[in-house]
């Protein structure tokens, strides 16, 4: 097991990491940038060293100054988390050189499955199904209007190296495609540093499913069922749960298999997930990209599995096999998250940053709350807006519904806007109750509710 390890990160899931290294009795550092100081992270690592000003660009996304912080404190391992460096196959490479363990999987893989039209070609080849697209890279609106007129309307414009719903944007029609492609290529380059697209056909009304895999370097590889992300605005999500309420035992079968295969297949090592498209009548699957990170999600899978990914990935790294219980792993109940970003829905989802004069957080039975916000704290305007996680388990589906709005309903912070109201008034819909909802759901919610 490592002596030390480096969280290359922020916010709850930098706190996250630290919390499972502490169990692990592994001494923690944390980098932080100068509007970071006061996190909680900072404060409950064993050491902290600042990386540089607050935007992203000039602290958490410069590679040398972590590698520089990893070499002063002289670790054997660094976590990306998710998000900044965490699907880097060039930071993945530098750790390596540096004789500093990477905790997730190769760079070779990371490169694989990060560029997503590689990564179609490769699910592809492993016999998983994936939707109609062109072939290889778009490089102009032309062949962008060329490929759409083969592949037929609606389609869908992705980043090459995208992630996170970004970089991507649905065309209905010819009218619309040069736009739309302008917009996907400008965001993807403001992103990802990289403003190359693909195209597929757009599923209609679809469910967005993925599923956990855990992989070790002993030949061992489970998945660990099903997460239902479908719960979206503008890709980006806000609710998920686990088990989907529209996945039958013999589909997940199918899911589970196909998810397996292919990560054997490119001998994917840590824990990742596949993310999948599922049509309206849940009887087809299409592969769509695969996360070699973990996700912020996560928790659900945790409560419903009874295990922790973090952990496990750590162990992972450190070259032990699975734990018999993650092996062994059997579904029990049903658990929800929802996401807490400080955005104002009343106002198109402003970003609502600033100090939190009051932090009350839910408690009682089957509630979790992942955080590194308190009373007092300023929320940074320089990163996401996602300021804590909120996760209900229950025996049902049912219990967890009911537990959630419980939960939404404690949940107290005074000072900036939150998406609290939001999640609490579709708690109470009768579409989500009987999970009849697929991603373009909370869209149209929203208009009926002029938000």
């Avoid at 404060?43 to 100054?65: F, N, Q, V, W």
């Avoid at 990935?313 to 807490?340: F, K, M, T, Y």
């Avoid at 979790?368 to 300023?378: E, I």
Wanted: proline share 4%; charged share 25%; with cysteine.
């Amino acid at each position: 097991m490592f002596k030390k390890v480096l969280v290359a990160n922020r916010g709850e899931i930098a706190l996250r990491v630290i919390r499972a290294c502490k169990e692990l009795d592994v001494k923690t550092v944390a980098v932080y940038s100068e509007a970071d100081v006061d996190s909680m992270h900072v404060h409950l690592a064993d050491e902290a060293i600042c990386i540089g000003p607050g935007p992203s660009t000039e602290s958490y996304l410069k590679m040398s100054r972590i590698i520089s912080a990893a070499e002063i404190a002289n670790v054997d391992a660094i976590h990306p988390g998710y998000g900044f460096l965490s699907e880097k196959a060039e930071f993945a490479e530098i750790c390596a050189q540096c004789k500093i363990k990477f905790i997730g999987p190769s760079a070779r893989v990371i490169s694989m499955m990060g560029d997503k039209n590689v990564a179609r070609e490769t699910a592809l080849k492993a016999g998983m199904p994936i939707t109609p697209g062109s072939d290889g890279i778009i490089h102009t609106e032309e062949e962008a209007l060329e490929w759409a007129r083969k592949i037929g309307y609606p389609v869908m414009i992705k980043a090459s190296a995208g992630g996170g719903g970004r970089g991507m944007r649905p065309v209905l029609n010819e009218a619309t495609l040069r736009s739309s492609f302008q917009a996907a290529s400008l965001e993807a380059m403001k992103c990802f540093g990289d403003g190359s697209m693909y195209m597929e056909k757009l599923v209609e009304k679809p469910h967005h499913i993925e599923f956990q895999v855990v992989a070790d370097s002993h030949g061992n590889v489970v998945h660990l069922g099903e997460r239902d992300c479908s719960m979206q605005r503008r890709n980006q999500k806000i609710i998920e749960e686990c088990p989907s309420p529209k996945i039958s035992a013999k589909l997940r079968k199918r899911m589970g298999e196909a998810t397996v295969k292919l990560c054997k297949e490119i001998g994917y090592e840590n824990c990742g997930t596949i993310e999948f498209l599922v049509d309206n009548k849940c009887e087809n699957f299409y592969f769509m990209e695969m996360n070699t990170r973990i996700q912020v999600e996560h928790p659900i899978t945790e409560e419903v599995y009874g295990c922790d990914l973090i952990k496990e990935q750590i162990r992972i790294a450190a070259g032990l096999p699975l734990s018999e219980h993650v092996l062994d792993a059997q579904p029990r109940g049903h658990a929800i998250e929802c996401r807490i970003n400080a955005e104002d829905p009343a106002r198109n989802f402003a970003p609502s940053p600033g100090k939190i004069n009051l932090w009350y957080t839910s408690g009682g039975r089957g509630v979790r709350v992942d955080t590194h916000v308190y009373s007092g704290y300023s929320v940074p305007p320089y990163y996401d807006s996602m300021i804590a996680k909120l996760i209900v388990t229950g025996a049902t589906r049912d219990i967890a519904i009911r537990r959630m709005r419980r939960a939404l309903g404690e949940f107290t912070i005074e000072g900036i806007k939150t998406t609290i109201p939001l999640q609490s008034k579709i708690m109470t819909t009768s579409d989500f109750q009987n999970g009849q909802y697929d991603i373009t759901w909370v869209e149209n919610f929203l208009r009926q509710e002029n938000m």
